[in-house]
């Protein structure tokens, strides 16, 4: 009976990727030294900031936009300052950029946080007072702070052009002849490498998904599927939700279908069925508003109500499989 187990077990590992994957100890590379992080810069606006370089941006430039909060969000270019400095410790967020695993986005805001080295192929921040991140989760896995969790912010990724256009006025950092272009990186950190393990057989490693967490639960989706379509409806444990993809700077980000009001307006929350809508918009059947990617009711009659985020992050399979080992796969 034992030999017949033993012999069984490689049949069940393939079958089940992931069981083989939580059975490796995670590999901790630390090569703190790797990214300088950029702590608190001096903040502009984004129509201030295309006229001083605008030289030196491109429509086409990538940028990690966070979508709420004064001034509608802002956001931040990739070239000059996501790839050369990898951590930003600001007073808007903490905002992170791991190349190798294909993902961007931001965490409550702190001034404490470096660029440490790699884990399970993730990028891994450090805080002053020693604990140890995951830049995927903003869970804490060694140090003072242990097994807790960072607090996301909703953020997405963009194209400097698109946001320009619908957000002008929103947050831009102050790009001073200092901030230089550094083109995005071709070649994988040796030390992103050396710290993986086993992938998940069900996905090639690389393939780009938006992974979506909710606490305990966890989905991945493949962006080829959300290319043929942009408007996706799932759900994640007992919650609905939508995912919404934008063709032109090949974008996803999930929400709940509940809205909220602007500041100064009383109002309660409501829920709202989305549809597609003309030009890479969406529309709620209540009221017929349009609302964009961000999530933003942008005309009718909720404009400047804002949908609920849902924590969602475009990033490579073998990355979103390694930290969340449980992950159901959306086909």
Same mark, same amino acid.
């Given at each position: 009976?034992?030999?017949?187990? +033993?012999?069984?077990?490689?049949?069940?590992?393939?079958?089940?990727?992931?069981?083989?994957?939580?059975?490796?100890? @995670?590999?901790?590379?630390?090569?703190?030294?790797?990214?300088?992080?950029?702590? =608190? /810069? =001096?903040?502009?606006?984004?129509?201030?900031?295309?006229?001083?370089?605008?030289?030196?941006?491109?429509?086409?430039?990538?940028?990690?936009?966070?979508?709420?909060?004064?001034?509608?969000?802002?956001?931040?270019?990739?070239?000059?300052?996501?790839?050369?400095?990898?951590?930003?410790?600001?007073?808007?967020?903490?905002?992170?950029?791991?190349?190798?695993?294909?993902?961007?986005?931001?965490?409550?805001?702190?001034?404490?946080?470096?660029?440490?080295?790699?884990? =399970?192929?993730?990028?891994?921040?450090?805080?002053?007072?020693?604990?140890?991140?995951?830049?995927?989760?903003?869970?804490?896995?060694?140090?003072?702070?242990?097994?807790?969790?960072?607090?996301?912010? /909703?953020?997405?990724?963009?194209?400097?052009?698109?946001?320009?256009?619908?957000?002008?006025?929103?947050?831009?950092?102050?790009? +001073?002849?200092?901030?230089?272009?550094?083109?995005?990186?071709?070649?994988?950190?040796?030390?992103?490498?050396?710290?993986?393990?086993?992938?998940?057989?069900?996905? @090639?490693?690389?393939?780009?998904?938006?992974?979506?967490?909710?606490?305990?639960?966890?989905?991945?989706i493949p962006l080829d599927i959300l290319a043929k379509k942009n408007l996706l409806h799932d759900t994640i444990g007992d919650k609905k939700y939508v995912?919404?993809?934008?063709?032109?700077?090949?974008?996803?980000?999930?929400?709940?279908?509940?809205?909220?009001?602007?500041?100064?307006?009383?109002?309660?929350?409501?829920?709202?069925?989305?549809?597609?809508?003309?030009?890479?918009?969406?529309?709620?059947?209540?009221?017929?508003?349009?609302?964009?990617?961000?999530?933003?009711?942008?005309?009718?009659?909720?404009?400047?109500?804002?949908?609920?985020?849902?924590?969602?992050?475009?990033?490579?399979?073998?990355?979103?499989?390694?930290?969340?080992?449980?992950?159901?796969?959306?086909?």
């Open positions: 009976m034992r030999a017949l187990l +033993f012999l069984c077990l490689p049949l069940v590992l393939l079958a089940f990727p992931a069981l083989a994957q939580q059975t490796t100890e @995670p590999i901790l590379v630390s090569k703190p030294g790797a990214f300088k992080a950029l702590v =608190n /810069p =001096n903040c502009s606006h984004c129509r201030d900031e295309a006229k001083r370089r605008a030289k030196d941006l491109r429509g086409d430039d990538r940028v990690l936009c966070w979508i709420r909060g004064y001034s509608d969000g802002g956001a931040i270019p990739f070239r000059f300052f996501l790839v050369p400095y990898r951590v930003i410790s600001d007073t808007y967020g903490v905002f992170v950029f791991d190349a190798d695993a294909g993902f961007a986005r931001g965490f409550e805001k702190s001034l404490d946080f470096d660029f440490h080295g790699w884990r =399970n192929g993730v990028m891994v921040m450090k805080h002053k007072d020693g604990t140890l991140y995951s830049c995927l989760t903003g869970k804490a896995f060694a140090g003072p702070k242990k097994g807790t969790r960072l607090k996301t912010i /909703p953020t997405l990724v963009s194209d400097w052009g698109a946001w320009l256009k619908n957000y002008p006025q929103a947050v831009a950092y102050h790009m +001073f002849d200092k901030y230089q272009p550094v083109e995005m990186p071709t070649k994988i950190e040796p030390g992103s490498v050396k710290s993986r393990g086993p992938v998940d057989g069900r996905l @090639p490693a690389e393939t780009p998904i938006l992974g979506v967490a909710d606490g305990e639960h966890a989905r991945a995912v919404l993809w934008y063709a032109p700077t090949g974008t996803a980000a999930a929400y709940l279908p509940l809205a909220q009001p602007p500041e100064k307006v009383k109002a309660e929350r409501r829920s709202l069925s989305l549809v597609s809508g003309k030009d890479g918009t969406w529309l709620d059947k209540e009221t017929g508003s349009t609302w964009d990617i961000a999530g933003r009711a942008v005309a009718g009659k909720l404009t400047g109500w804002t949908l609920t985020w849902l924590d969602s992050t475009q990033v490579r399979w073998f990355a979103w499989a390694a930290e969340y080992p449980k992950t159901m796969l959306y086909r």
